[in-house]
Structure formats: structure tokens, C-alpha cells
């Protein structure tokens, strides 16, 4: 008997696991590689803001609510978080170098300093 060669077809996928994907089969002709964003007329647009109540704070209005949480404490002279304050001056300050610094600073300074934050106040 003769051997009967049989003609098949070889199916293998795209790609082989242990092969690196080449990027433009990975990504074809016109298709972006990363995340997409969208502007914000964009997302105004998908989302239909016109039929939301407007006392209800998104992105096209801007008043909301006063927070609820209390508001940071910074210091007067570095911007850092300020868990000190000074009760002869009223500065908060963040650190003993700053508290040196807050110590030898003349009065009309202080009351710059205090009048930046809304917070001036004669001082004796």
C-alpha cells in the first residue's frame, strides 16, 4: 500500500505567546495606543447636562456646598502644614526654626502676615 499524503491546512493564531507582538498588528492603522481622554466640551456632551436640576453641583456649575471638612492649617511663613501657633503673634508655624523666625519679626510684619490670611488683629 502506498502512503495517502493528506493536504491540511495549518491553523495557528496571530500571534505566538512567546513571540513580541510587533505594534502595528497590535494596534492597526487609525486606532489610538493609550487612554483616550476627553475634553470637557466632550464630556458635556455625552453626558447631556442640559436635563440635570441646576442646584445640583457638576461640571457646568460651579457652586456646591461649603465643604465639610475642616479647613488645613498652614503655616504663615513656609505654606506646610501648621499643627503650632504662635499665641503671642497668632502665626502658625510648622517647625522650631520657624517659631524662632516668627519670634524675632517686627509687629507691622506680623500684622502683614496675619492680614494675608483675613485674619488682622490688633496687637498690644
Request: positive net charge; aromatic residues 12%; glycine residues 2%.
Amino acid at each position: 500500500m502506498e502512503a495517502e499524503v493528506i493536504e491540511a491546512e495549518l491553523v495557528l493564531p496571530t500571534y505566538l505567546s512567546f513571540k513580541r507582538v510587533q505594534m502595528y498588528e497590535k494596534y492597526p492603522k487609525g486606532q489610538s495606543r493609550g487612554r483616550h481622554w476627553k475634553h470637557l466640551k466632550q464630556i458635556l456632551q455625552a453626558e447631556n447636562y442640559q436635563n440635570y436640576p441646576p442646584d445640583e453641583p457638576n461640571y457646568v456649575n460651579i457652586e456646591s456646598p461649603p465643604s465639610m471638612h475642616p479647613c488645613k492649617r498652614l503655616c504663615d511663613m513656609t505654606g506646610y502644614e501648621a499643627p503650632y501657633y504662635d499665641p503671642r503673634t497668632n502665626l502658625r508655624y510648622s517647625n522650631a526654626e520657624v517659631f524662632k523666625l516668627v519670634r524675632s519679626l517686627p509687629s507691622e510684619y506680623v500684622q502683614r502676615y496675619l492680614a494675608l490670611r483675613n485674619a488682622a488683629v490688633v496687637l498690644k
